[in-house]
């Protein structure tokens, strides 16, 4: 009996160390993607109602591409590319004011939001363009100092103006009766910061902003925001910091989000890139990109592009060196380790 | 009883040596191993890869003057860049071949480097066309550990997206890997346009010499001999002092630009030392021309020497010249002694020393002027009086007598 005890336990033992022998091989055996774009279309001035195209922003919202266009707001199919409409004023009642030197967009809860550079932040009806109310009155010693950016969520919103300098509203103050002097809740810093386009995002509870000047991506949690909000409105000082990591020699441009990424412009040497990122590991400010390319396959380098949105597979970028929206297919290929 | 446990003795040592077997021989892998993309000999390609000798005796000067087409850096001479969506140049910077060569590739999203192209042999200076085969097809890729990846076709690349490195089994680049500086070499013809006399036109011939000066100086100032000596100047001029039964003349180390009043210095701390010698190393960029009149000149990206040193001189240590010169291109003045050889020696001595010592013991990628044979290559000099030049270490040499012949790089 003791024999057979031991020679099963043997047994047992060296059946274990056979399998343990290749299972760091066989057991982790690499299968991921290789992401790259495409240029799938383009918008061009022959697509739009005045033979001009001069993109600031983009932003894409119900299968529709809405793009600031100097003074105007453009809305394209965003599949066929066909264009829907142009607005060129806001228009609630008797009140008109021409949409001028349109800076940027965000849309949220049915409301289109447009920054002007002339000290305004327009809102307008999503579904028939009806202007809904504006902030600023267009002095820029008023409400904003210009309107360099701005994003939008249930809760908050927020409207970069010259400097370091971010205001924060309450969405819900946003409606037909809001006054044009609405006054901030809380205010931001952004580190650094001229007279610059702002691009700005709101992802999972923060703010996130395209911060070139501080060559970062910055981080405002809304709790934070809510917990500091009446004592940053107490002098400069008490402004809202944010969370930053610095990625000299890179600036951030832009910066938009969908389920699974995070997809950015950032200009290192004069070079303007495209990068995509797990968004997940981009919130915690882990920049590992799947994406970091500075011209799409076979053609030119990207030059001077300003915003970039995407939909589905398709990435819609603002070029203003060649006046159009170059269309992006984000495609990848498989990699599988035997 | 006894019968049975036998048995099963027998049965446990049948399966013991199948589960070895299994677990851990070579067959094991041959299943796991793909079908990778032939090796190349770039020697004789067809005319579809555009394959050309770059710095070819007779080829045009102007290729060589044309600073986006030709251009290295030290610690990269087997050189691939993306040329198109789905193309690769690939070029070699050096005036002996190598063999049996290995670019990798890495791309994003993928942690490990894999095997684009083998090639079994890349003649000198060659440059040629490969279409990335990534772009063709499906195909399997061999990584380091010998194991293959499939990576689906892929339509094409943008720039800057495959990451290239390069390894060889052969000899020479076992040299060349461990150059650890980055420069970027280039040759500027504004030079002897702006000012001719005082500068001369180059040509291939010339170039290539002047290519193989400038991967044995880096060389020489990567060595661990080199670093060790400079790191300890003082105690090299000691040992200099000691050996002739002198004072030490001059600086007792290194020492700065600032003007040198009765015997004052401004010597540097170790840790300026240590960053000295690392922008002797950093990836600037450096202009190669050749001068025609008394002073040879450097500063900027500019180095530049005689016809004589890039043809002859180099190929017995004398770099004292060029050494200067490129102590000028790091920042330094005449007053420091790491450009000047006066007030007792510097670097430009020191260095010329090293570097015959490193022909002595064969420790630099290049010490044969025959695979060059520039002073035969008369029509293409300015002076026909050229010979082979020969090498002999002079007894004295300072490293000769403190190293011994040791001290090759291992």
Known sequence: MEIKKIYTYITMLFISLSFYGCSDDDGNLISTEFYYLTEEAEITEKNTPNNNLNPSAIFTANEKLYICNSNELLVYDALNYSLITSVTKFKKGTTEIALTNLTSINIHGGKIYLGSNDSRLFVLDQENYDGITFLGNGQWWQTFVHVFGVAVSDELLFVKEKDQSIKVFETIAINENTPWNLKPIALLTTNAGGTENYNMKIEDGNLVVAGRNANSYLYYNFNSIKSNASKSLEGAANRIKPRVESLKPSKPIAVSFDDKWAISIEEASGTKYIKMFPKQDFMYMKYNPVISNSNAIGQPNFQDITDISKNGDLIYVTNRTNKRIQILRLKSSKIQEK | ?410
């Open chain 2, 1 to 410: 009883m006894k019968q049975k446990i036998a048995k099963k003795i027998k049965l446990l040592a049948l399966l013991l040596s199948t589960a070895f077997l299994y677990s851990c021989s070579e067959d094991d892998y041959s299943y796991e191993k793909g079908t990778f993309i032939p090796a190349i000999d770039a020697t004789n390609l067809p005319a579809s890869f555009k394959p050309i000798t770059m710095f070819a005796d007779d080829e045009d000067p102007k290729f060589m003057y044309d600073k986006s087409d030709r251009w290295f850096r030290v610690n990269q001479l087997v050189q691939a860049v993306i040329k198109s969506k789905n193309e690769v140049q690939i070029s070699l910077y050096s005036p002996v071949g190598l063999s049996d060569v290995k670019v990798y590739a890495k791309i994003p999203n993928y942690e490990k480097r894999f095997v684009l192209y083998h090639f079994s042999y890349i003649p000198a200076f060659h440059r040629s066309i490969h279409t990335i085969p990534l772009t063709e097809g499906t195909h399997d890729y061999e990584l380091e550990n010998g194991n293959a990846v499939t990576i689906e076709q892929i339509e094409g690349f943008a720039n800057g997206s495959i990451e290239f490195s390069v390894e060889s089994s052969d000899p020479l680049f076992q040299k060349l890997k461990k150059i650890k500086s980055q420069h970027l070499v280039q040759f500027h013809d504004q030079y002897h346009i702006n000012e001719y006399g005082k500068f001369l036109p180059m040509n291939p011939v010339l170039a290539k010499e002047a290519i193989t000066l400038m991967i044995n100086f880096s060389y020489a100032l990567s060595h661990p001999l080199y670093y060790e000596t400079f790191m300890n100047f003082d105690r090299f001029k000691r040992e200099q002092a000691e050996r002739a039964g002198t004072e030490v003349i001059g600086a007792k180390d290194w020492h700065g630009n600032n003007a040198d009043a009765n015997g004052e210095y401004d010597y540097f701390t170790k840790q300026q030392i240590e960053k000295i010698y690392w922008d002797w190393l950093d990836s600037r960029t450096v202009y190669m021309a050749m001068v025609g009149g008394d002073a040879a000149l450097g500063g900027g990206p500019l180095s530049s020497v005689w016809e004589s040193t890039y043809v002859s001189s180099h190929w017995h240590g004398g770099v004292s010249v060029w050494s200067h010169e490129y102590g000028h291109h790091i920042g330094f003045g005449h007053s420091s002694n790491l450009a000047n050889g006066g007030e007792g020696g510097g670097q430009q001595e020191m260095m010329a020393q090293f570097m015959q010592y490193l022909i002595h013991i064969q420790d630099l990628p290049f010490t044969d002027p025959e695979i060059l044979k520039t002073w035969t290559k008369t029509q293409y000099l300015n002076s026909k009086n050229y010979s082979k030049p020969i090498f002999k270490i002079n007894q004295n040499n300072p490293f000769l007598l403190k190293y011994k012949g040791e001290g090759t790089w291992k």
